[in-house]
């Protein structure tokens, strides 16, 4: 029986093929979004987070402003200044202090160029640091060697971005020329692994930087606590920001790697419930399609109807055909939600390293986060077509042969 309800109401969706796709999009939009924009961010996130699993305990990173305002702090284009730095090395506890900055810039190799993520670090505290604690590890070439323009590229640089690089090879950023000196075995991050890493004074030379610093790492000696020292970096940091710049209220952030992990896993989890409340309100639209769609349905098949009931359909029977019509667009929509978000969330993780090398996206597309977009899609349009059906069923069989 329900395979003749099935029939039935695909025979009739297939009848008003323009209204049914009109329908159908509505939950393809409030799907596709939520596929797309959650399967990002999850992807978002656990790269983030396996960025920070290899930042060791021992490494604290300070940045200017103030992470409760991340984003102002990111976009604002601050930085901790020289002074900031000497402060942070003078911290006791603090064994080592590399300060770090990044841009993207085209870099060229022989006939081939590419826009790379460029990092900077002085070569003579960096290496170190990089090797114990984030576990940089070369597969070709030697480390590099402090004020000899020499550079460090990542695994994917040579295999994909610049095809043929090799350790001894030139590169050209800007005009200035290094020798690529080693090549880095891949870090399971594509943001790592699609870098080209300079010498402090160099990466400063090319992009016409100061002695500032959007980003500092400081070591931590064995001996030494993480809390004791991120007070002793504190205290040093509010000292020298009221002295050279006569700051009452230094602005400053202290990122240990709990704190960051916890950081990221709460803000990602507010964007993630964001995401869906306003792709649920795409679906909620999509929804009322759906029953407004049934309703018309219900008045369009008036007779229809009372013939069913007159030859025997029961109550159920009617609800049945009209919940299937209702199920199969809100199914055949979260179909094609699923793939059009996936198609999107995985072209973002194609397409945007190629406009933004600085930034890399990598996407999760789950077996449950397709399972649910289906499901759910169906589950509303069954909800959707649920009040329609039970006023079509509830026609009585002479009124409804009577309508005209």
């Known amino acids: 029986m329900k395979k003749v309800y099935f029939k039935m109401a695909f025979r009739n969706l297939k009848g008003r093929p323009l209204r049914s796709w009109l329908t159908i999009l509505g939950i393809v939009i409030g799907v596709f979004l939520v596929v797309s924009l959650l399967s990002l961010s999850e992807g978002l996130k656990g790269s983030i987070m396996q960025e920070l699993k290899t930042m060791g305990g021992d490494i604290v990173m300070v940045m200017p402003g103030d992470m409760n305002d991340i984003m102002a702090t990111f976009a604002g284009g601050t930085e901790l200044s020289r002074h900031d730095i000497d402060a942070i090395r003078r911290a006791e506890g603090v064994e080592m202090v590399v300060p770090t900055a990044w841009a993207g810039e085209v870099v060229r190799y022989k006939d081939s160029s590419q826009n790379i993520f ?14 114990e604690n984030l576990g940089w590890n070369l597969v070709e070439g ?45 870090l399971g991050s594509k943001q790592d692994d699609s870098m080209v890493a300079l010498d402090w004074p160099d990466f400063q030379s090319v992009f016409g930087r100061q002695d500032g610093s959007p980003m500092v790492m400081a070591k931590i000696n064995e001996d030494f606590s993480v809390a004791r020292v991120e007070a002793n970096i504190r205290a040093e940091l509010e000292l020298s920001q009221r002295r050279t710049r006569q700051d009452d209220q230094p602005s400053f952030s202290i990122i240990t790697s709990d704190k960051a992990t916890d950081m990221v896993g709460n ?33 369009e098949r008036t007779k229809e109807i009372g013939i069913l009931k007159a030859v025997g359909a029961k109550r159920k029977d009617i609800i049945s055909i009209f919940l299937m019509e209702s199920i199969i ?35 999760t597309v789950t077996i449950l986060l397709i399972f649910f977009g289906m499901l759910f899609a169906s589950l509303v349009g069954g909800l959707a077509g649920y009040f329609p059906a039970r006023r079509a069923a509830n026609l009585e069989p002479v009124d409804a042969l009577r309508y005209e």
């Open 118 to 131: 460029i990092f900077g670090s002085p070569w003579e505290t960096s290496v170190s640091v990089y090797q």
């Open 142 to 186: 030697h480390w590099p060697e402090p004020n000899r323009r020499q550079a460090v590229v990542g695994s994917m640089v040579a295999e994909d971005l610049l095809p043929g690089l090799r350790a001894g090879d030139r590169i050209q950023i800007r005009g200035h020329s290094f020798e690529v000196v080693g090549i880095l075995r891949s």
């Open 267 to 299: 803000v990602m989890s507010l964007i993630q419930l964001a995401v869906f409340f306003f792709a649920s309100i795409a679906i909620l639209v999509g929804a009322i399609g759906i029953t407004n769609t049934m309703y018309t349905s219900v008045y």
């Open 329 to 363: 667009i809100g199914f055949v929509g979260g179909l094609l939600g699923v793939l059009l978000g996936s198609g999107l969330a995985y072209s973002a993780e194609y397409l945007v390293p190629q406009s933004r090398p600085v930034f890399h996206i990598q996407t």
